[in-house]
């Protein structure tokens, strides 16, 4: 600010005036974001190439977080639907196994009284072979530790020297047990004892 004299004060700055335009009024060319009137960028301003270069990772960022978001969702839902298929395979072959198990017990009466000869022979091992290819399993002997998720007892003794802390085991098989795919189709009818530990 100047004094009556027009004489300028030492203790005050002039004023600066900041060139704004987005055009070089000299060149005519664009100016890059935060360039000052000389020309050059301010220093702390950033230019238009970091600005573009920061959205760019964000973009990547939240692109990339999305595909592994959808891969993993697209990969628990082919996981969900091959266990799905699974049960229901197995749940269709148990369903027809179970149906065939009253033929398998005639075959096996038959074997134990020796009429499994000739034609029925033939037909009934093509039958029991059929089955356990398709994976139903026989269960159920002599001696095995009583389980009575697996076992129904239809009869129950206790040896003499049973002791304190007995064993229970199978000692008779009445009716073959029969599984699939770890499910039970039908339980093994047994005749069980309580042993002594070891006996």
Not at 181 to 187: E, F, K, S, W
């Amino acid at each position: 600010m100047a004094d009556e004299q027009g004489a300028e004060r030492p203790d005050e700055q002039p004023f600066v005036v900041h060139d704004k335009r987005k055009i070089d009024p000299e060149t005519g060319a664009p100016r890059a974001a935060g360039e000052q009137q000389g020309g050059e960028p301010a220093p702390d301003a950033p230019t238009g190439a970091d600005e573009a270069a920061a959205f760019t990772d964000i973009a990547i960022a939240e692109l990339t977080a999305d595909v592994q978001r959808i891969q993993a969702e697209y990969a628990n839902y082919r996981k969900r639907v091959e266990r799905d298929r699974t049960l229901a395979r197995d749940g269709a072959i148990g369903e027809v196994l179970g149906a065939l198990l009253p033929v398998l017990d005639d075959l096996q009466r038959a074997r134990e009284h020796d009429e499994f000869a000739g034609a029925l022979k033939a037909m009934g091992e093509s039958v029991e072979a059929v089955a356990r290819r398709f994976g139903l399993e026989t269960y159920g002997d002599v001696g095995e530790e009583f389980d009575p998720a697996v076992h129904e007892a239809l009869t129950h003794t206790t040896a003499d020297d049973a002791g304190d802390a007995p064993v229970t085991v199978v000692t008779a098989v009445y009716q073959t047990g029969y599984r699939h795919a770890g499910r039970v189709l039908r339980p093994a009818r047994v005749g069980v004892e309580d042993r002594a530990a070891g006996a």
